[in-house]
């Protein structure tokens, strides 16, 4: 008696091990690990395995390690100030622990993701700037002050009068995709992460060929070519295509749009 | 003569030291695992803003509740449990998961066309947070998973079973699993 055709599930179960837990029995796995068809696909779960083993994450960059170690000092009140970070530790308490090069205290990575040339005039989230009396030292704000914002529309009607015929190719362009594609799984679209929202947004700039209400697989806050943005990376319908659209933080104006795939 | 070399306190000492009142303890400690703790993060984040809160805020709660600490788990695992679970709450509020659309699901190609590769990053943030915490830790980080599933307290085959879901997910998203009849 033939054995029923594998199926994807099933052989990454085995590949996983729950075999050994009773869900597959002995006959059943052997079965597929001799069916030509199974070994292909086991292979290509020990490449996906492979893929993962080589992404290890590089060392905490030394400003966020500053960062959180001024934050352990003010949760224990003590003072916060330069090189306190680096200092060794006192005969009797610990040793060992490496002195890290301590960066700023509060310096963070930049928020907003600059796509091409002209992100130098970044208007965003500011970083870590409370002080270091802050409970949480470099913790990121959401606020954006009122004067930021006053400029933000300045920005965003220039913007608008730029892009109003369209998106267009510019130095930004080739950065975008790129950008998209670390945007997959990003949940920073402010209020187009709402369905409702953004289906409203994308019928009033109508980038051609991608239905409003096309599902949300990404989305951030950037800066394309000098304006600030919302990215967003919506599903298509066909596989291994996904669309991406620039819109303006208001969506009066389509800044780009692209794709992934396809 | 007999050179001895200047004892190095482990972890569990480090946090007795800091629970009896050394100030400096717990930050030593805390050192010590900041690479593995940011991995963890950022990967399963995916962003290093969000991975740098998210590690500031466990290692202010752990030492905060530093005196919650049993010795079930190393003071490794504890910790590395505190930023997880602070990960997972993170997706959890800012994204109700949306699932791909239903081609992205991993199963053969019927046109049998080139796959468009995800780099390993980017597909690894399609995978609800569950899943991707497992396929982070066992995966990525290369933790046993006996000790993933002390860490989740979860059962083995819990873990098992996310890394199987994801992997077969990653598999087709990577370009891995292609049409061969």
Known sequence: MSSPRPHLDELAELDAGLLDTGLLDAERAQALRDDPASRAVLEALAATRADLAAMAAPPVPAAVAARWAAALRVEQGRPDH????????????????????????????ADAQPIGARSADTVRRPAGRRGPAGPRPG????RRPAAVAAALLVVLAAATALHRAGPSADDAQPALVAQARRSIGVRDAGALTDGSRRAACLR???????????????????VFAGHPGVLLVLGTGRRGVLAVVVVDPGCTALLAVD???? | MTRLAPEVPDDAQLLAA????????????????????????????GHPDDAADA???????????????????SVSTWLCRIVVNGCIDRLRRARPTVPLPDHAQPRPDPAGAVTTRLAVDAALLTLPPEQRVAIVLVDVQGWPVAEVAQLLEVPVGTVKSRCARGRSRLAALLGHLREDG
Do not use: C, K, N
């Open chain 1, 82 to 109: 330069a090189g306190e970070a680096s200092r060794p530790m006192p005969a009797g308490s610990a040793t060992g622990a490496a002195p890290r090069e301590a960066g700023p205290t509060g310096a963070g990575p």
């Open chain 1, 139 to 142: 913790m990121r704000t959401w």
């Open chain 1, 204 to 222: 009033a700039v109508a980038p051609a060929g991608i239905t409003p209400t096309a599902p949300l697989v990404g989305g951030r806050q950037v």
């Open chain 1, 259 to 262: 794709r992934i795939g396809g």
């Open chain 2, 18 to 45: 800091h629970r009896a009142g050394d100030p400096h303890a717990f930050g030593v400690l805390a050192e010590r695992h900041f690479d593995r703790l940011w991995g963890v993060a950022l990967r399963t984040l």
């Open chain 2, 55 to 73: 590690v500031q805020e466990a290692l202010v709660a752990a030492l905060r509740r530093a005196d919650s600490y049993r010795g079930e788990a």
